[in-house]
């Protein structure tokens, strides 16, 4: 029998038996309850309660925007649909970035306040006190490295991380930092396949992949992306498995006509 068949509950420890089994993490993002209750039916090991709420629930251009109150909402929200995955909420920007004692009081608001199980948050070395102090607190940090979103205005683009030696040896030392501060995965984002892949062979703790490559512990994806919802997003390492903004709007254009014909509600649709 599978590890997803004979766990109840995923935790943090649940995630590494898996990489040392060789067994794959599956991990999307979720932001409220009926999507999140039919992903944790489907399996899915992690929900991502994602500070890209800000794009695809709140439709900001960045991530920089949505607040802690905003993503407590969202983890609340997630959290009483679920029964087995492990929920993990991102520390939003300005919550954790260069004051530890912020980023603690931040963590322990999103774990009181929602009942999540763990934080992500961005950076290696930059937030190492942050993370330290996050995890003296008994809150588990799961790190993001390369491609990380709420630094937008520093690099200017959303293009691959690095692809040069320097910024390759840096990602693979903060990977080093972030498992031994104690975080229990990390998440890898948009780099060469071939950097992930070394980092996911030399350290312990999982790597979940979004454009990162196959060689890695697990992959992510934004739940809106890989259902089709947001059509104008589509990066070459997104795979699409459904269309639902053109289903949503078909369903859309027969309610509009059945209502505007008459036709709805008919004999049966009514009391
Ligand atoms: O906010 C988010 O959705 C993320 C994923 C892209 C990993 O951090």
New binding site residues.
């Given amino acids: 029998m599978s590890i997803q068949k004979e766990i109840k509950r995923v935790t943090v420890h649940t995630l590494r038996r898996m990489k040392e089994s060789g067994q794959k993490i599956s991990m999307l993002?979720a932001y409220d309850y009926s999507m999140a209750k039919a992903l944790d039916e489907a399996g899915i090991e992690v929900l991502?309660v994602?500070?890209?709420a800000s794009n695809v629930m709140a439709g900001h251009e960045t991530?920089l925007p949505i607040t802690l109150d905003q993503m407590i909402y969202h983890a609340g929200s997630v959290i009483r649909a679920i029964n087995r995955a492990l929920v993990v909420v991102?520390l939003p920007f300005g919550t954790y970035q260069g004051n530890s004692k912020k980023a603690l009081a931040s963590a322990i608001r999103i774990m009181k306040e929602s009942g999540a199980h763990a934080v992500?948050l961005e950076g290696g070395l930059s937030v190492k006190d942050s993370i330290k102090r996050i995890l003296s607190a008994g809150v588990p940090v799961m790190g993001?490295l390369g491609l990380t979103?709420q630094s937008i205005y520093k690099f200017g683009t959303y293009t691959v991380r690095a692809k040069s030696s320097d910024e390759a040896a840096q990602l693979k030392q903060d990977a080093l930092l972030l498992q031994d501060l104690g975080c229990f995965a990390i998440?890898i984002?948009k780099v060469p396949s071939a950097l992930a892949a070394e980092v996911a062979s030399t350290i312990d703790i999982p790597i979940i992949g979004?454009g990162a490559g196959p060689n890695v512990d697990g992959q992510?994806l934004?739940t809106h992306d890989m259902l089709g919802i947001t059509k104008e997003f589509r990066p070459r390492f997104l795979r699409v498995y459904a269309n639902m903004y053109d289903d949503m709007k078909k369903a859309a254009i027969s309610y509009l006509t059945d209502v505007k014909s008459g036709d709805f509600p008919n004999d049966k649709e009514q009391y």
């Fill in positions: 993002t991502l994602g500070d890209s991530t991102d992500k993001h979103p998440v984002e979004i992510v934004v």
